[in-house]
């Protein structure tokens, strides 16, 4: 089943193997600028299937 969820230091692991597709990287920048974003407005959150990270926004 997919889930979605709030980001938590839980998922930091996970998040970071993951990774941008080169052609898209100009719009969205890598995953540890993405995470650099992130603040008390900009709240990142993880996609799961099965329990396991798929990606986040």
């Known amino acids: 089943m997919i889930h979605i969820e709030k980001m938590t230091t839980r998922h930091l692991a996970d998040v970071l193997l993951l990774s941008v597709a080169d052609e898209q990287q100009r ?4 995953i540890e600028e993405i995470l650099k974003s992130a603040n008390a407005q900009i709240r990142p959150h993880v996609i799961l299937v099965e329990g396991i990270v798929v990606g986040f926004f």
């Not at 719009?27 to 890598?30: A, I, N």
């Open 27 to 30: 719009f969205v920048g890598s």
